[in-house]
């Protein structure tokens, strides 16, 4: 198998772009897509003070590194969940890349907030992976607004985004669906969010990270067992595998001709977000969901 562009040994096939590369050049093919994506939705300019979430994973390593490499000022925020085993991996990872590149880091400690998560799941009769990503969501923002950051950068990559639409879709969660896309403008207290990888595909970004020579926490996490986005990637992949392209032209299609439907109707009868009366954050209720976690955590002990 030959490079499409250089003719040199390829080695990454990707059917959905009838394209197979050589490692330099599948690299340049990954940056020019995600500066398309970025120049497509306008989501951030060089003059932005960029917030990069940091897990530990191969895909927000990727983001950093790639934002860093297209010139964009770029800080990383990790929070840690301290997860036994799970988080003390991950922060180190995310502290050692950062030393490595020279990017500047600033972590949150949800021990230190009183949130750590297997106090949560240990206290709370709900589901812990929606607990948890409410949780990450207050402080991501939190920390972008405290912080002066004028964009939240995630490394949600085109599979995600697809599974999230197909799930968004599957319960037709109007509110969900109407700020589906790769940015979200700040507003009522939100700091602007943007994903950037959403015209990669994370078999493209697993490669990116390879070819880099990006080490990244791979573990999965301990309490995600039985989350349905992993049910719905393996159905789009093998749908994917049967007619290349279509994630694509799925997520693209909905950005175009579906999401503007729902947006107009959440406008119209959405409900209005106010600050929590505990912590300023936006809510549709008087206290916010982490508010609520905190207080359920203190009356249980």
Same mark, same amino acid.
């Given at each position: 198998?030959?490079?499409?562009?250089?003719?040199?040994?390829?080695?990454?096939? +990707?059917?959905?772009?009838?394209?197979?590369?050589?490692?330099?050049?599948?690299?340049?093919?990954? #940056?020019?897509?995600?500066?398309?994506?970025? =120049?497509?939705?306008?989501?951030?300019? @060089?003059?932005?003070?960029?917030?990069?979430? +940091? #897990?530990?994973?191969?895909?927000?390593?990727?983001?950093?590194?790639? +934002?860093?490499?297209?010139?964009?000022?770029?800080?990383?925020?990790?929070?840690?969940?301290?997860?036994?085993?799970?988080?003390?991996?991950?922060?180190?990872?995310?502290?050692?890349?950062?030393? &490595?590149?020279? /990017?500047?880091?600033?972590?949150?400690?949800?021990?230190?907030?009183?949130?750590?998560?297997?106090?949560?799941?240990?206290?709370?009769?709900?589901?812990?992976?929606?607990?948890?990503?409410?949780?990450?969501? *207050?402080?991501?923002?939190?920390?972008?607004?405290?912080?002066?950051?004028?964009?939240?950068?995630?490394?949600? !990559?085109?599979?995600?985004?697809?599974?999230?639409? $197909?799930? !968004?879709?599957?319960?037709?969660?109007?509110? *969900?669906?109407?700020?589906?896309?790769?940015?979200?403008?700040?507003?009522?207290?939100?700091?602007?969010?943007? @994903?950037?990888?959403?015209?990669?595909?994370?078999?493209?970004?697993?490669?990116?990270?390879?070819?880099?020579?990006?080490?990244?926490? *791979?573990?999965?996490?301990?309490?995600? $067992?039985?989350?349905?986005?992993?049910?719905? @990637? #393996?159905?789009?992949?093998? +749908?994917?595998?049967?007619?290349?392209? =279509? &994630?694509?032209?799925?997520?693209?299609? /909905?950005?175009?001709?579906?999401?503007?439907?729902?947006? #107009?109707?959440?406008?119209?009868?959405?409900?209005?977000?106010?600050?929590?009366?505990?912590?300023? *954050?936006?809510?549709?209720?008087?206290?916010?969901?982490?508010? =609520?976690? =905190?207080?359920?955590?203190?009356?249980?002990?």
């Amino acid at each position: 198998m030959k490079c499409t562009r250089c003719k040199a040994h390829a080695v990454v096939a +990707l059917p959905s772009h009838n394209a197979a590369f050589c490692p330099e050049c599948f690299l340049d093919f990954f #940056s020019k897509q995600v500066d398309k994506g970025i =120049r497509e939705h306008g989501l951030m300019t @060089k003059s932005d003070k960029v917030l990069v979430a +940091l #897990s530990g994973g191969k895909d927000s390593l990727a983001l950093m590194l790639e +934002l860093g490499r297209l010139g964009y000022d770029v800080t990383g925020l990790h929070i840690d969940l301290a997860i036994p085993e799970s988080s003390p991996a991950a922060r180190g990872v995310v502290e050692r890349f950062c030393q &490595k590149y020279d /990017f500047p880091l600033i972590v949150r400690d949800m021990a230190a907030e009183g949130l750590a998560i297997p106090d949560v799941k240990r206290k709370l009769k709900r589901p812990i992976c929606s607990a948890c990503g409410k949780i990450k969501r *207050y402080f991501f923002n939190q920390t972008a607004k405290e912080g002066g950051f004028t964009v939240l950068a995630t490394g949600h !990559n085109l599979d995600d985004e697809v599974a999230r639409l $197909t799930s !968004n879709t599957l319960r037709w969660d109007r509110a *969900y669906l109407s700020d589906q896309g790769p940015m979200l403008d700040d507003s009522d207290g939100f700091a602007k969010k943007v @994903k950037p990888f959403w015209r990669v595909t994370e078999f493209e970004t697993a490669n990116y990270a390879f070819l880099m020579g990006i080490e990244n926490h *791979y573990a999965p996490c301990p309490y995600s $067992t039985g989350a349905s986005f992993s049910t719905l @990637k #393996s159905l789009w992949l093998e +749908l994917e595998d049967k007619m290349p392209g =279509r &994630k694509m032209d799925f997520y693209h299609g /909905f950005l175009e001709r579906g999401k503007p439907a729902f947006q #107009s109707a959440e406008q119209q009868e959405g409900d209005a977000l106010s600050p929590c009366t505990r912590c300023g *954050y936006p809510t549709s209720a008087d206290v916010c969901g982490v508010c =609520r976690i =905190r207080e359920a955590l203190a009356s249980r002990d």
